[in-house]
């Protein structure tokens, strides 16, 4: 998209860059996997698509390993996709249900989970993802620290909605039933 002042263009939007070499500033798309440049050949890259990074000893944009996100012109991963981690320029899978997780020392043979997906909590004996109770959204290891929809909260434990019922408060009162249903 072009920003003008009358016939020409003084600024681009999105993928494309501004070129003032004719007699009139037009709009020039980015190179393939290109999100941010100055001009339309690759070497006008600023910044790479994710999951793309230049490809060494030229300006062409390749593929990074799997499930990188940006990568490095030797094809060595610099940041990691959601779920895995960095690794000697690889992108090794987290542990089940762990979101985010590193290696505490090179010589260590696992990662270390640091964050579970959402309805699991983190155990501090074993660093493992433990699934939080049914009925419970968001636990800590002791008690349940977010109930799902039918359910609420009584001493730290998820407990079921009266029959019928939506949603209710933390003394089980019935606070929206479900449609069709009156209180």
Known sequence: MCIRDRPNCISCIGRRALDISGPVGICVPCAKNCSMCNGPKPENCLEANPGFGPKIGT?????????????????????????HFLEKGAC????????????EKETD??????????GFVL??????CRACDNGCAECS??????????????DGKP?????NCERCNSEG????CIAGYDF
């Open 59 to 83: 300006k062409e944009l390749i593929s990074c390993p799997n499930n990188c996100l940006y990568c490095s012109d030797e094809g060595k991963c610099s940041i990691c996709r959601y779920g």
């Open 92 to 103: 090794p899978e987290c542990p089940k249900k762990c979101v985010l997780c590193k290696k």
């Open 109 to 118: 043979v696992a990662a270390k989970c640091l964050k579970c997906i959402t």
């Open 123 to 128: 155990t501090t004996t074993d660093d493992i």
């Open 141 to 154: 290891e002791s008690a349940c620290l977010k109930a799902k929809p039918l359910y609420y909260i009584k």
């Open 159 to 163: 407990v079921k909605c009266q029959e």
């Open 173 to 176: 009162k019935c606070t929206e």
